[in-house]
């Protein structure tokens, strides 16, 4: 079975700034990474597919790269509607899996 | 507009059964790959398991270790409907399941879930 690392678990960041999240997989899944971004008490909600391909309606400053085990999200200028908690997920074999998460928490 | 819609979730002893449905619309059910995913009070998601649509796989399902066995996932394409009936619950099956559409190996979009609390 195929495990997802998040780093970090937790980061504090404050408006405008730039925040990179990585995730790393146990072994290699091409480019086969979702990013999905989750509020508290709501559903989970598509970013990022196969690694790099903003999901339609997603604001541009969300940008995905990586491939093989290691993976970057990027925010360009955290808004205030980002604070959240972020998961990775892997697609390339089940059982599918996903990161622990990243909780972005307001500086 | 693409919605899902769970409905199921309930109070249930150690040992028992349960059965979840999932209502999608807006889109093509017959031709669509479901999953459930859940996510326990307080902690990440854990991914569940899927099923295939029957034209292009059979309706064959997978499923995550720690239910397999006594979670199964069945759709009836006739209604619309998913399904997930789980039977032996334990108490760390506590938590909201949700369904979603996974289109083109991501879960594209999801309902609000449901909640399954297992405890006597």
């Known amino acids: 079975d195929i495990q997802m690392t998040q780093s970090p678990s937790s980061l504090s960041a404050s408006v405008g700034d730039r925040v990179t999240l990585t995730c790393r997989a146990s072994?290699?899944?091409?480019?086969?990474l979702n990013w999905y971004q989750q509020k508290p008490g709501k559903a989970p909600n598509l970013l990022i597919y196969?690694?790099?391909s903003l999901q339609s309606g997603v604001p541009s400053r969300f940008s995905g790269s990586g491939s093989g085990t290691d993976f970057t999200l990027t925010i360009s200028s955290l808004q205030p509607e980002d604070f959240a908690t972020y998961y990775c997920q892997q697609s390339y074999s089940v059982p599918l899996s996903f990161g622990q998460g990243t909780n972005l928490e307001i500086k | 507009e693409v919605q899902l819609v769970e409905s199921g979730g309930d109070l249930v002893k150690p040992g028992g059964s349960l059965r979840l449905t999932c209502a999608p619309s807006g889109f093509t059910f017959t031709t669509a790959w479901m999953s459930w995913v859940r996510q326990a009070p307080g902690k990440g998601l854990e991914w569940v398991g899927r099923?295939?649509?029957?034209?292009?796989?059979?309706?064959?399902?997978d499923y995550a270790a720690p239910v397999k066995g006594r979670f199964t996932i069945s759709r009836d394409d006739s209604k619309g409907t998913l399904y997930l009936q789980m039977n032996s619950l334990k108490p760390e099956d506590t938590a909201v399941y949700y369904c979603?559409?996974?289109?083109?190996?991501?879960?594209?979009?999801w309902g609000q879930g449901t909640l399954v609390t297992v405890s006597s």
């Open positions: 979603s559409w996974y289109y083109y190996n991501r879960e594209a979009y």
């Open positions: 196969e690694a790099s």
């Open positions: 072994q290699s899944i091409r480019t086969y």
């Open positions: 099923i295939k649509s029957k034209k292009d796989g059979g309706g064959a399902t």
